[in-house]
């Protein structure tokens, strides 16, 4: 097979949605079919001991919530499927963000007795923001549900997308029959034996029994009709584009949907494309040269070796044991020797890979988040990755002053994850954790615990607006309670304001010092 051929077969996406619309739950019945689980874990069945096979955090399994993207790979129907989990708390949203700049597709889940909420607005902005193809999966339709119409009428009110609907309910809750398959021409029964599942449609839309007589049935052809004449007409140029989205209708938890559904989907999504790099150069993911980006970083996926996993996304090239990479950053050589491919926290040594795959470069401190590699002479940057400046506050110390070694160990490893930022007192010293969320400290209070013995007072200095401002200019004097004057990590010098109205405050007083969101 050529570079050109494997990087065809390859199809990488994310998956996002509000909490509890069915993510994860999806994620598993797709790996179900690509024969990698026997069994689907749900957020439910924790009681039982049985996880979400993408939620591999201990506090995943405890709270049953997904807070860190994870990554999966199968093969189906020919096709490479690579998946990236994607947190769906709000706290965890620049985790997703990074994620949704490292594949060619997204999945978008939605309650269909909700609709769209509040995350899945937020998420989808940047997914449009990106023009890239968005599939729709209504969810719970094993549950009663809105109309279909006011749902997909809302993907365009609220979203600004057309949809297209590619199957079609046959009730819902209660009352669901099954689905009317609009792309394949069969009607999908509900819970009915692999053999005598699918029935095919007459010439005339119609299907013989047993559904030929129900009042349903005939409801249902009867908004199909509708759909057909003023409904949008696929149009997969469209779609690529970003534009429309191909909308199907289902239950992950039933497994009701979801084959046809993923089988479409590795029809319709595109392959790997090109990007941009080094500003203005477009980089073709067929170049012979390997290059790749590194989009997230992740400790002790496995706790016994206490090892970190640099996740990197091949944009060009093919991957090979032993290869050797230049590290953009610092102009610095590296020999590939160690890499895997995931399933969740599931791993194993990976010897090729090509543009589209995600692979996992054991890293022993050489990789940040963003980071460039490649191959060969000519030098390749891709685009910086999304950042949040954070805006809640908390003091951070090791409780037991014996243990500061693990305590230094864990703050320095978790914090270049990138979930949460480092910051120290300019005089003092002291430890100061920034992050967008509250989520994110109770999860790096139990990570410390669990994960390098090390427990941690945490004492909330509560909402801060972090402006950076240039060394030139500093003049300590200009700290005071209501701008604390910190240092972020890399040594740069920050005030985190009080609020705005004490940065307006200090604008007036110090008009030629120049304050950044971002360095």
């Known amino acids: 097979m050529t570079l050109q051929e494997e990087v065809n077969s390859r199809r990488t996406f994310a998956i996002i949605s509000h909490p509890d619309a069915g993510k994860t739950t999806i994620t598993e019945q797709m790996l179900l079919f690509g024969g990698v689980i026997r069994n689907a874990g749900t957020v439910k069945a924790r009681k039982t001991g049985n996880y979400a096979t993408s939620d591999w955090m201990e506090i995943e399994k405890q709270r049953g919530i997904s807070v860190t993207s994870s990554v999966m790979q199968f093969e189906f129907e020919g096709k490479r499927i ?72 809302e993907l365009e009110n609220l979203l600004g997308i057309e949809g297209v609907a590619m199957n079609w309910p046959i009730g819902s809750g209660q009352t669901l029959k099954g689905l009317y398959d609009l792309t394949n021409n ?198 910086p990755l999304p950042e949040f400046t954070p805006e809640l506050f908390v003091r951070v110390s090791a409780k037991n002053v014996m243990k500061q070694k693990s305590f230094h160990k864990g703050i320095t490893q978790l914090v270049q994850e990138g979930a949460i930022q480092l910051y120290q007192n300019w005089q003092t010293e002291e430890y100061i954790l920034g992050a967008v969320g509250q989520l994110q400290f109770e999860v790096f209070k139990f990570r410390m615990q669990n994960e390098y013995n090390s427990e941690v007072e945490m004492t909330s200095i509560g909402h801060r607006v972090a402006r950076w401002i240039d ?36 604008k007036d007083k110090y008009p030629d010092v120049k304050l950044t969101e971002k360095l």
Request: overall charge negative; some cysteine.
């Open 82 to 153: 690579n998946i990236l989990d994607t947190p769906g708390h709000e706290d965890f949203s620049e985790d997703t963000y990074r994620t949704l700049m490292a594949v060619d597709a997204a999945v978008m889940v939605i309650d269909s007795a909700k609709g769209i909420e509040p995350q899945t607005r937020k998420l989808f902005k940047v997914v449009k923001q990106r023009g890239i193809p968005i599939f729709t999966f209504m969810n719970k339709l094993d549950r009663d549900g809105r109309e279909p119409l006011d749902l997909i009428a």
């Open 471 to 506: 060394p030139k200019d500093l003049d300590l004097s200009m700290s005071s309670q209501r701008n604390l004057l910190v240092k972020d990590r890399f040594g740069n010098p920050l005030f985190l304001f009080e609020n705005e109205y004490a940065e307006r405050f200090f």
């Open 186 to 383: 069969r009607v999908e029964l509900y819970r009915k034996d692999e053999a005598d599942r699918f029935i095919p449609l007459n010439d005339d839309g119609s299907v013989d029994n047993p559904l030929a007589d129900d009042p349903q049935f005939k409801d249902t052809l009867d908004e199909i009709d509708l759909i057909k004449g003023a409904g949008n007409e696929f149009d997969r140029e469209l779609v690529l584009a970003g534009e429309q989205t191909p909308v199907f209708f289902g239950s992950a938890l039933t497994n009701f949907g979801v084959e046809t559904f993923l089988q479409s989907f590795v029809d319709l999504a595109p392959a790997p494309s090109k990007h941009v790099v080094n500003e203005d150069e477009e980089l073709a993911p067929d170049n012979e040269e390997f290059s790749g980006f590194v989009f997230k970083i992740q400790a002790n996926m496995n706790p016994q070796h206490r090892d970190r996993i640099a996740f990197v996304r091949i944009c060009s090239g093919k991957f090979t044991k032993g290869i050797d990479v230049t590290l953009e950053r610092t102009g610095k050589t590296l020999r590939l020797n160690n890499a895997t491919e995931f399933m969740s926290s599931s791993r194993m040594q990976v010897s090729e890979a090509v543009a589209g795959d995600i692979v996992g470069l054991y890293d022993t401190g050489n990789f940040q988040i963003g980071d460039s590699i490649y191959s060969g002479k000519h030098a390749v940057k891709f685009a």
